[in-house]
């Protein structure tokens, strides 16, 4: 499977008073890493609207485990990847690692890939993931 492998550093901006990461900044950093997961194998936004008639991968379920606090100053080693592929769904995975090894948090994001529907009054409806789209992921 692939991943994307990146790093975050945390900023001012990010903390607390108490100078921790006020955790909606990871679910931010989720999205993000999701999308360049995706951009890495040729499929940005653009490209899916384009290739897959899929104007983006809306959120059902999120969620984290936070495990060791991460702190003003702190460098993070992220990693992000599909781990399911559920027929209309499928899972991304994220785990943020201190630099000592210790995990930072585990995260994921529940997805459902979608196509235009001009019937339906959302303009959307669910499909099953394109085979198209999960072969770009295989090793």
């Known amino acids: 499977m692939k991943t994307y492998k990146g790093t975050f550093h945390v900023e001012w901006a990010h903390c607390d008073a108490a100078g921790i990461v006020f955790y909606p900044h990871f679910y931010t950093l989720f999205d993000q890493a999701t999308e360049r997961l995706f951009s890495a194998n040729g499929m940005s936004y653009p490209e899916l609207k384009r290739d897959f008639d899929a104007p983006g991968m809306p959120l059902l379920e999120t969620g984290a485990k936070y495990q060791n606090a991460s702190k003003l100053g702190d460098t993070l080693t992220l990693e992000t990847w599909v781990d399911e592929w559920a027929g209309k769904t499928f899972v991304v995975k994220h785990r943020l690692t201190h630099a000592d090894g210790r995990i930072a948090l585990e ?33």
């Open 107 to 139: 995260g994921f994001e529940r997805r459902v890939w979608i196509t235009h529907d001009p019937e339906r009054p959302a303009g959307f409806r669910a499909v099953e993931v394109p085979d198209a789209v999960k072969s770009r992921f295989a090793d």
